[in-house]
């Protein structure tokens, strides 16, 4: 079984930061592109930022300049890295992979459970 597992959330103040981190475990052959989603009470889900396995990024335009997301590929894991939170960077984030399964060799994509961020003063 193929799962990812993220951590790092919290309360944090207005301006503060906070890391996140997503780790893929289990039987897969390659992870290729990883993601950061996160969806507030009410609303849609939302693309935070990507990395491909090429380490080429792509960020939504409310996060670029303030988050940065990177990976360690021999860890199997993604990371995300937020400074200057505000108030609308609440919601539960989400880690996203793209992956080669094991055993059928199928391309599958995962999410992670959520962590849950929240920033206010």
């Known amino acids: 079984q193929v799962q990812l597992v993220e951590n790092g959330g919290g309360l944090v103040q207005p301006g503060g930061s906070l890391r996140l981190s997503c780790v893929a475990s289990?039987?897969?052959?390659?992870?290729?592109?990883m993601a950061w989603y996160r969806q507030a009470p009410g609303k849609e889900r939302e693309l935070v930022a990507s990395?491909?396995?090429?380490?080429?990024?792509n960020y939504a335009d409310s996060m670029r300049g303030r988050f940065t997301i990177s990976r360690d590929n021999a860890k199997n894991s993604v990371y995300l890295q937020m400074n200057s939170l505000k108030s609308e960077d609440t919601a539960v984030y989400y880690c996203?992979?793209?992956?080669?399964?094991?055993?059928?060799?199928?391309?599958?994509?995962?999410w992670g459970q959520g962590t849950l961020v929240t920033v206010s003063s």
């Open positions: 996203n992979a793209d992956l080669i399964a094991y055993y059928s060799r199928s391309t599958l994509e995962l």
């Open positions: 990395i491909g396995s090429d380490g080429s990024t």
């Open positions: 289990g039987s897969f052959v390659a992870l290729n592109t």
